[in-house]
C-alpha cells in the first residue's frame, strides 16, 4: 500500500516539474529582444505595386481593365 502511494506521488512531482519545465521555456523563447538570428519578414521591403486609379489630365478619356486573375 505504501508503495502505490509512493509511486503516484513520484508521478505527480514529476508532471508539475515538466509542466514547470515547459511553462518557463515558453516564456523565455517568447521574450522580447531575444536574438534567435532566425527573422521571418512580416511586410514586405520592396514597394508593392499598385494599380493606377486616375491621371490629371486635361483630356477627357475612360478605361477599362478587368483583373483576369481574380480568384486564383
Known amino acids: 500500500m505504501f508503495h502505490s502511494l509512493n509511486v503516484r506521488n513520484k508521478k505527480k512531482k ?3 516539474l ?3 519545465v515547459f511553462l518557463a521555456a515558453g516564456v523565455y ?3 522580447p529582444g531575444r536574438d534567435t538570428g ?3 519578414p512580416v511586410f514586405q521591403e520592396e514597394e508593392k505595386k499598385t494599380p493606377i486609379y ?3 489630365t486635361e483630356e477627357n478619356k475612360v478605361a477599362i481593365s478587368f483583373d483576369a ?3 486564383a
Open 54 to 56: 486616375y491621371v490629371d
Open 38 to 40: 532566425a527573422v521571418i
Open 29 to 31: 523563447l517568447t521574450l
Open 14 to 16: 514529476a508532471l508539475v
Open 69 to 71: 486573375a481574380w480568384g
Open 18 to 20: 515538466s509542466l514547470i
